[in-house]
Antibody, heavy 121, light 107 residues
């Protein structure tokens, strides 16, 4: 059974960089069939797609975050990561990693449990 | 960006009821519509993709319909475990966008 687990600091100071890692177990991050995804959910709000990355390193970002965002992949560790720089309190959210199928509909079929990141001094 | 609008934002229903949630896209997305269920403190769960295709393991009381701009999620015979928030999402283009959610509460 595929499992995804987010890890990283739960508290980040304003203007600093938010860094999270998603570790994939029970399956390989390499392969043609999947995109590895970050999604966030502001407290009490809906879902926002951040971006996703293919195992080769090709990444697709939400334009609203693109200028501050880097998503990377480490196939040797079966992990992918998110770095969001110059954070503000608007970046306080639960961050989920997920797997998207690379077929026509790219639905998110496996999700991590989510990790709350609070931006505060 | 494609805007996704769900209605209602919340509804109250009883066990056994038939529940319908609507999702409207701001432009034609053909059948690139996905539905998720989310319970408090948990990650979303995939229910339906391609507007009408049930994900593996999802009970048959869940069904989806629609194409173009107007879509529907129906729960036929609401069960206690179905009380949750439901989100639609378009996968027609990037950035992927979600509806604001519909909370299904116990009457």
């Amino acid at each position: 059974q595929l499992q995804l687990q987010e890890s990283g600091p739960g508290l980040v100071k304003p203007s600093q960089t938010l860094s999270l890692t998603c570790t994939v177990s029970g399956g390989s991050i390499s392969g043609d069939n999947f995109f590895w995804t970050w999604i966030r959910q502001h407290p009490g709000k809906g879902l926002e797609w951040i971006g996703y990355i293919y195992y080769s390193g090709s990444a697709f970002y939400n334009p609203s975050l693109k200028s501050r965002l880097i998503i990377s992949v480490d196939t040797s560790k079966n992990q992918f990561s998110l770095k969001l720089r110059s954070v503000t309190d608007a970046d306080t959210a639960v961050y989920f990693c997920a797997r998207a199928l690379s077929g026509a509909y790219s639905q998110f079929d496996y999700w991590g449990q989510g990790t709350l990141v609070t931006v505060s001094s | 960006d494609i805007q996704m609008t769900q209605s209602p934002s919340s509804l109250s229903a009883s066990v056994g009821d038939r529940v319908t949630i609507t999702c409207r896209a701001s432009q034609n997305i053909r059948d690139y519509l996905i539905w998720y269920q989310q319970k408090p403190g948990k990650a979303p769960i995939l229910l339906i993709y391609a507007a009408t295709s049930l994900h593996s393991g999802v009970p048959s009381r869940f069904s989806g319909s629609g194409s173009g701009t107007d879509f529907t999620l129906t729960i036929s015979g609401l069960q206690p475990e179905d009380f949750a928030t439901y989100y639609c999402q378009q996968s027609y283009s990037t950035p992927r966008t979600f509806g604001q959610g519909t909370k299904v509460e116990i009457k």
